[in-house]
């Protein structure tokens, strides 16, 4: 049951001598913070962590519309935050999105063909007649309850068409030309159709939300680094990099600011030509919008105010200075950052470890005596609830308690065994990173020392 899997991070199993010594503290297992039980969470498989810890990872991933919450810990642990804790450590509002979140994802994993949804709110029917039969949607929800239309999902205009309600409206053209730009910005996953955009970095991306790999430049599903041409990047600013390659593969690196400049600029001024042709009533000046600066490309680096030293002729006359006598090479020093840092880190994570071990030390001692007072409880409820001869229960009530007793001595060892496990297991993950730091002193040792005797070696020569 869930109690048997998570007996230290609820307050129920808390009795009155420990309420009366203090709610004890365990280590957090994000940031190594000491905390009290009742402020901590856990997994599924009972690694603890701080409400602050566990808030700040699920709205990362929220953020990233991610719907699974997984576990923190860095031992890759694979299971997830129960649906209790979540609503523990996640504030009401955040919830609610995650909760809207979920939905989405389940609706479209599902993939029904024929689910409408309001287009100004979260609320989605389905609809089993066709749009061009049935134009008008009906939103049930109590704070929106708008009636759109089906196919152009404006408001209802009927008995007007979408074309002419399109021209009764300056605004509407407007926004028209301002989706153009958005859509030009925004690329789409060719898989789960979410959004997404880049500032920097290379144009091989993974959609957040199902992890398919896409061009950022021509918007095709990749299957990853032999779709760039990685020889020749292209210009800063260029919008169709496919026919600037010699061999027609997009540039895995440009300016990504510069060229998102240039797609919604290109995109406006598509969007206001077709408006023009296709509503000459409208003034230019009312639709056109604000093309984003494009930046200026980098100026080049500066040109040497001298020559290269190749190029320096001696003068006539004049032999050339003789070359001074080599000298001997100087080994560099080693580079052991690498193996500093791993050292810290080792030692870190044996501090951290010695921590949680002395946490769950203190917690088997405080269990080993909640076992013992209840199988005195056991004892004593047994003793009432027979006989002495052992012909019967004493009362229906005696043999219950006896019974509610012995569950909860059996309940208890399970708890004892399950954290002198989990504190055989640190003192095991300790003694491996003791074992780290040993290897990484000697490592540097050895480096240091092998440096010291060549530059002695170097010295007498």
């Known amino acids: 049951t869930v109690e048997e899997a998570t007996p230290v991070a609820g307050p129920s199993h808390a009795t009155a001598k420990d309420e009366e010594a203090g709610d004890p503290e365990a280590e957090c297992g994000c940031c190594y913070g000491d905390y009290r039980l009742t402020e901590m969470t856990q997994c599924e498989d009972g690694h603890l962590f701080c409400l602050e810890c566990a808030r700040k990872a699920a709205e990362n991933l929220i953020g990233l519309r991610k719907t699974e919450l997984p576990c923190i810990d860095s031992s890759g642990c694979k299971f997830r935050f129960p649906r209790g804790e979540v609503e523990r450590f996640l504030p009401a509002k955040v919830l609610e999105g995650y909760d809207r979140l979920c939905q989405e994802e389940s609706l479209r994993r599902a993939g029904l063909s024929d689910l409408v949804q309001c287009p100004f709110c979260d609320y989605a029917a389905i609809v089993g007649t066709d749009a061009e039969t049935d134009r008008?949607?009906?939103?049930?929800?109590?704070?929106?309850g708008t009636i759109s239309c089906r196919l152009c999902r404006k408001p209802n205009h009927l008995p007007a068409s979408c074309e002419e309600a399109a021209k009764d409206s300056v605004l509407d053209?407007?926004?028209?030309?301002e989706e153009a730009m958005t859509e030009a910005l925004l690329r789409e996953c060719n898989g789960c159709r979410a959004k997404f955009f880049k500032t920097e970095g290379c144009n091989k991306m993974q959609c957040p939300r199902c992890n398919q790999l896409m061009c950022y430049v021509c918007k095709k599903t990749i299957g990853g680094y032999d779709h760039f041409n990685q020889d020749q990047p292209a210009a800063p600013g260029v919008a169709a990099a496919p026919d600037d390659a010699p061999d027609g593969r997009c540039p895995l690196w440009d300016d990504s600011e510069r060229r998102n400049a240039v797609d919604v600029g290109r995109a406006a001024a598509d969007a206001v030509r077709r408006l023009r042709d296709a509503r000459p009533d409208v003034a230019e000046a009312e639709i056109a919008v604000a093309p984003p600066v494009v930046p200026e490309p980098p100026p080049p680096p500066p040109q040497p105010m001298f020559p290269p030293l190749a190029m320096l002729q001696p003068m006539p006359g004049r032999l050339p200075p003789r070359p001074a006598p080599p000298r001997p090479l100087v080994p560099p020093p080693p580079d052991l950052g690498l193996q500093r840092a791993q050292l810290e880190a080792s030692r870190g994570r044996?501090?951290?470890?010695?921590?949680r071990i002395r946490a769950v030390e203190a917690l088997v001692v405080a269990e080993a005596e909640r076992l013992r007072a209840r199988e005195d409880a056991s004892r004593r409820a047994r003793e009432l609830a027979f006989k002495?001869?052992?012909?019967?229960?004493?009362?229906?009530?005696?043999?219950?308690?006896?019974?509610?007793?012995?569950a909860e001595v059996d309940a208890g060892g399970r708890h004892l065994a399950q954290l002198q496990r989990e504190l055989v297991e640190h003192r095991r993950a300790r003694t491996r990173e003791l074992t780290n730091v040993n290897t990484y002193t000697e490592a540097i040792r050895n480096a240091e020392a092998a440096h010291a005797a060549m530059l002695r070696a170097l010295g007498r020569n």
């Open 136 to 144: 008008l949607f009906y939103c049930q929800s109590a704070t929106c």
């Open 350 to 355: 044996a501090a951290a470890l010695a921590r």
């Open 173 to 177: 053209a407007r926004h028209e030309v």
């Open 388 to 406: 002495r001869d052992g012909a019967g229960p004493a009362n229906a009530a005696a043999a219950r308690r006896a019974e509610a007793a012995a």
